[in-house]
């Protein structure tokens, strides 16, 4: 893999993450307090009541952002809020990562983004034979439907349970998810069993890249193959739109990486998280 297809991958998050939160902060009021910020190529985002890395990160920092870190740390310490700093493998110049520890900033975490590439002439992409794992569910009835705006109910259940969120929080995940149906690029599923929801996910198609994203599954589900299903489906989906590219994140080796592994897609980089050596009211 050459740099010009690391940059589409690190493109394809920024891209994601970017129409996610504009569609939060569209809210009425923008109850969750929303605010992207660009400082070069890099994308700052931040949440006010939503506290979570997740929410309050940086991307697509590089050396040339580099003058802007008093700024960027600025812009979230003024928001009482520590930011984290994810670095790919192609921008981790030597320079930057000393002025991020000057900076009081220490890695923390990796995380690893997989691809796979689709035939240009066709559009076609064959999954391994052993990516399969339907007879796994042969005693039970299995359906991955993408859902309609009356069912985020059902993945918001599935989200907080799947994730470790409180149940008391569904409301807030349904409605986050929720205004992103119909909007340009979103697709939204949900793995029921025996009419149960047990596994969600999300993609987003911009162009002819295609991102995997916002995975869970019922702790009493997993390993029976629920989100290698879902992440064929996403694929297949994905290529019907007339993707060349389609793009996964995961804990590096975590079961969503085997996962996305079984189903032909590879490893592109594995990128790193720089967080506050400083807790901020106990939020690092």
């Given at each position: 893999?050459?740099?010009?297809?690391?940059?589409?991958?690190?493109?394809?998050?920024?891209?994601?993450?970017?129409?996610?939160?504009?569609?939060?902060?569209?809210?009425?009021?923008?109850?969750?307090?929303?605010?992207?910020?660009?400082?070069?190529?890099?994308v700052?985002?931040?949440?006010?009541?939503?506290?979570?890395?997740?929410?309050?990160?940086?991307?697509?920092?590089?050396?040339?952002?580099?003058?802007?870190?008093?700024?960027i740390?600025?812009?979230?310490?003024?928001?009482?809020?520590?930011?984290?700093?994810?670095?790919?493998?192609?921008?981790?110049?030597p320079?930057?990562?000393?002025?991020?520890?000057?900076?009081?900033?220490?890695?923390?975490?990796?995380?690893?983004?997989l691809?796979?590439?689709?035939?240009?002439?066709?559009?076609?992409?064959?999954?391994?034979?052993?990516?399969?794992?339907?007879?796994?569910?042969?005693?039970?009835?299995?359906?991955?439907?993408?859902?309609?705006?009356d069912?985020?109910?059902?993945?918001?259940?599935?989200?907080?349970?799947?994730?470790?969120l409180?149940?008391?929080?569904?409301?807030?995940v349904?409605?986050?998810?929720?205004?992103?149906?119909?909007?340009?690029?979103?697709?939204?599923?949900?793995?029921?069993?025996?009419?149960?929801?047990?596994?969600?996910?999300?993609?987003?198609?911009?162009?002819?890249?295609?991102?995997?994203?916002?995975?869970?599954?019922?702790?009493?589900?997993?390993?029976?193959?629920?989100?290698?299903?879902?992440?064929?489906?996403?694929?297949?989906?994905?290529?019907?739109?007339?993707?060349?590219?389609?793009?996964?994140?995961?804990?590096?080796?975590?079961?969503?990486?085997?996962?996305?592994?079984?189903?032909?897609?590879?490893?592109?980089?594995?990128?790193?998280?720089?967080?506050?050596?400083?807790?901020?009211?106990?939020?690092?």
């Open positions: 893999m050459d740099v010009p297809v690391a940059e589409r991958l690190e493109r394809s998050e920024i891209e994601y993450m970017t129409d996610r939160m504009r569609a939060i902060e569209e809210r009425q009021g923008n109850p969750m307090g929303i605010e992207i910020r660009f400082f070069g190529e890099a700052a985002f931040y949440s006010r009541e939503m506290p979570w890395p997740q929410f309050n990160t940086v991307k697509g920092i590089g050396l040339q952002e580099e003058p802007h870190l008093t700024e740390i600025d812009f979230y310490r003024s928001r009482d809020r520590n930011p984290h700093m994810e670095l790919t493998p192609f921008k981790s110049e320079t930057l990562l000393k002025s991020l520890a000057g900076h009081g900033f220490f890695q923390s975490s990796f995380h690893s983004t691809y796979a590439v689709c035939a240009e002439e066709d559009r076609t992409y064959e999954f391994p034979k052993r990516s399969l794992h339907k007879e796994l569910l042969q005693k039970e009835v299995l359906q991955i439907k993408e859902i309609h705006l069912q985020f109910d059902d993945y918001a259940t599935v989200h907080c349970l799947g994730t470790g409180p149940i008391s929080g569904k409301q807030h349904a409605d986050n998810n929720r205004i992103l149906h119909g909007r340009q690029g979103w697709k939204y599923y949900v793995a029921y069993v025996n009419n149960e929801p047990v596994g969600s996910a999300a993609s987003y198609i911009k162009g002819d890249t295609a991102s995997l994203t916002f995975a869970a599954t019922l702790p009493s589900y997993r390993n029976r193959g629920i989100q290698s299903l879902l992440i064929e489906r996403r694929m297949n989906d994905a290529v019907q739109a007339g993707c060349s590219l389609i793009v996964g994140q995961a804990t590096y080796l975590s079961s969503s990486f085997r996962n996305m592994q079984r189903a032909g897609m590879q490893l592109g980089y594995t990128r790193s998280t720089w967080s506050s050596l400083e807790p901020l009211n106990g939020l690092l």
